[in-house]
């Protein structure tokens, strides 16, 4: 069957109308011009009738009252007739001009042209050739009842051209009759091919659409074409169907939608404790129990392992346990990295989840598990053992549960790089500590031990040549050395238990000038200026440690009687102390070979501040300690960020 579209039948119904219009014109145009053709001839052939009278008019002046002028009026009115009728006979489609294509028309044509060249035109010449008047007289007398036959004849070819003129006229009101009917009819037939073609194809889609907002699905458009409302009506049919099929299966698809949901929220609840749970800081074993213990009762497996790496990544042990006998525990401890299926996940990082049909994990197989997955616990791709669960049936858990359980292996791997982390910094902070201490200790009590010890094998060289003076003498000094060292240590005690209540840092400078002042009865002075800080609690206790390592330097050494301290917490903040003592050359004392500046200078280096010491012989000390002021944000920052 040929389909055509809706744009083809459309083109061929208005090209048919088209050429039938066409036609109708053509026909009305071909009839009027035939008309316009038949009246020049009856205008024309009206006019030779005028001509006759004249001729014969000009005849009988000619005869009575000869001249050379009226004979050539007679001559160029007997051209004009002659030209006249040849153009009837021939016809001009130029003006236009012809006569009717009748016989009788014709025959009545060639009867008149024969009547004017073989009776009329020689009577005429022959009145003109004759010699005596009295003869013209009667030749002229004999040529009006001539004239007056040749007149009838011509007004026979007229009234037969009227007529003719009559049954044209007749034909083309009937040809413009029929166009008229021919358009009404087109119209009427091309709106019931429109309506045939789409509006009723429209509205039945229309009424369906209808029928479907109703939520009748069973409704079905007729498909009575290949155009295209017939595929429109086809994919109406196959979505109505699937809509159909949908609807009829709706309750049972919202059933499976809300146990998946009910899944996912169980697995999104498992998730959350875990993340929850692993955000806490318990160590590494508990945190593996307890998600062991969740993942078994999301998964429904019997039991399950929490495998290690060793700091080598050579072996894995097991940090938890759930489900599993001693005899297990005491064949699976230790495991080499690469063996069996829990080893070769924390070589390779790739979850795997397998029945034990064809496997030879005696282990597992003593326990009677048939099915095991094992899932990699990482840390910034770098693996830190493997979770496996072990299941009593054979189980292949779904991709859906294989990412999750692969989600919860890496925040596990992240909270135990966190404790590792952490442990490890706890320990660089002890190991930085002692060795500040140890350096503190160094720069004050050992060096005063070791003047000591001097002075001790003095005293004994004394008191073994009996040197009573001098080795009183010597205790004086021994004594003074126990006193400083008594009093280094009592300095070291409260500078290491300094502690900050909310890093109140102004409070804490007064207090420790305060102490100072009543301890060595050198006198202090505060200022402060700026807005109140509000810096980290580790940050505010290494400026109140570089202050009271400043204060230390100016009881031992400066010889100091007035100590002023000022604090600016403006733009970029600064902590300046400044003693009217002896002062030194600050370029010996710069190499960070003495240990209190070294240390002083490190504590400022932990966080991000700047130290710099200016000093000079007999012209005081300052020692300048400068930092960035933090950065505050606002609720509504807090809240965009």
């Not at 009839?31 to 000009?58: F, H, P, Q, T």
């Not at 002046?61 to 009115?77: D, F, G, N, R, T």
């Not at 660089?428 to 001790?456: G, K, Y």
Request: negative net charge.
């Amino acid at each position: 069957m040929l389909k055509l579209k809706i744009r083809e039948k459309i083109t061929g119904l208005l090209v048919f109308y088209f050429l039938c219009a066409l036609i109708a014109i053509g026909s009305t145009l071909f009839v009027s011009w035939k008309l316009e053709g038949g009246a020049a001839a009856i205008n024309d052939a009206g006019r030779e009738r005028m001509r006759s009278y004249r001729i014969a008019y000009l005849l009988g002046q000619q005869v009575h009252y000869p001249s050379p002028e009226l004979q050539q009026a007679l001559a160029q009115e007997i051209i004009f007739f002659e030209n006249t009728l040849v153009e009837l006979q021939n016809g001009n489609p130029q003006r236009p001009l012809f006569i009717p294509e009748d016989p009788v028309i014709r025959e009545q044509m060639i009867l008149l042209r024969d009547a004017w060249y073989n009776t009329m035109k020689p009577g005429i010449q022959k009145i003109l050739d004759s010699p005596a008047a009295k003869q013209k007289d009667t030749l002229l007398t004999d040529y009006r009842p001539m004239m007056e036959n040749f007149v009838e004849e011509i007004n026979e070819l007229v009234s037969l051209m009227e007529k003719s003129s009559a049954h044209y006229t007749t034909k083309l009101r009937y040809i413009q009759i029929a166009l008229m009917v021919v358009a009404l009819l087109g119209s009427i037939l091309l709106e019931y091919i429109f309506s045939l073609l789409l509006v009723r194809p429209v509205q039945r889609i229309n009424q369906g659409l209808q029928s479907m907002g109703k939520a009748d699905f069973s409704v079905r458009l007729p498909t009575l074409s290949n155009d295209e409302l017939g595929e429109v009506a086809r994919g109406f049919n196959q979505m109505a169907e699937k809509l159909q099929d949908i609807y009829t299966t709706l309750e049972q698809r919202v059933a499976q939608k809300t146990d998946s949901i009910k899944v996912k929220n169980r697995e999104l609840g498992a998730l959350y404790k875990v993340a929850a749970f692993l955000n806490s800081s318990t160590s590494a074993e508990p945190l593996c129990d307890s998600v062991l213990k969740q993942m078994m009762a999301l998964t429904g497996a019997r039991g399950g392992v929490v495998r290690l790496t060793d700091p080598k990544g050579e072996q894995l042990h097991v940090v938890a346990a759930q489900g599993v006998s001693k005899t297990f525990l005491e064949n699976e401890t230790y495991l080499s990295v690469g063996s069996c299926i829990c080893g070769e996940v924390a070589q390779n990082g790739v979850a795997v989840s397998s029945d034990l049909k064809h496997s030879r994990l005696h282990t597992c197989n003593k326990e009677n598990f048939r099915a095991v997955s094992a899932i990699p616990i990482r840390s910034n791709q770098r693996i830190l053992g493997s979770l496996n669960l072990l299941f009593n049936m054979e189980r292949i858990l779904p991709p859906a549960e294989i990412r999750l359980l692969e989600s919860v292996g890496l925040h596990l791997g992240v909270a135990i790089e966190n404790q590792r982390l952490v442990a490890r910094e706890r320990e660089m902070a002890v190991s930085e500590e002692r060795n500040l201490l140890a350096q503190e200790l160094h720069d004050s009590i050992a060096q005063s031990l070791a003047f000591l010890n001097i002075q001790v094998q003095l005293l004994q060289n004394d008191l073994s040549n009996e040197k009573i003076p001098e080795a009183l003498q010597v205790v004086d000094q021994i004594r003074e050395g126990v006193q400083e060292s008594y009093d280094d240590v009592r300095e070291l005690l409260v500078h290491f238990r300094t502690r900050l209540k909310h890093a109140d840092l102004e409070g804490a400078i007064a207090s420790a000038l305060e102490k100072f002042e009543g301890q060595v009865g050198i006198r202090t002075s505060f200022e402060h200026s700026g807005p109140t800080l509000d810096l980290p609690p580790e940050h505010a206790l290494q400026i109140l440690h570089i202050l009271h390592e400043s204060l230390s330097n100016i009881r031992k050494h400066s010889g100091a009687s007035q100590v002023s301290v000022e604090l600016r917490t403006e733009g970029q903040c600064s902590l300046t102390v400044k003693d009217n003592g002896k002062g030194f050359n600050i370029e010996e004392k710069n190499d960070d070979t003495h240990v209190g500046i070294y240390i002083m200078r490190e504590r400022a280096h932990r966080f991000g501040g700047e130290l710099a010491i200016s000093s000079a012989n007999n012209q005081g000390t300052v020692v300048s300690l400068s930092w960035r002021r933090p950065v505050t944000l606002t609720t509504e920052q807090r809240s965009t960020a």
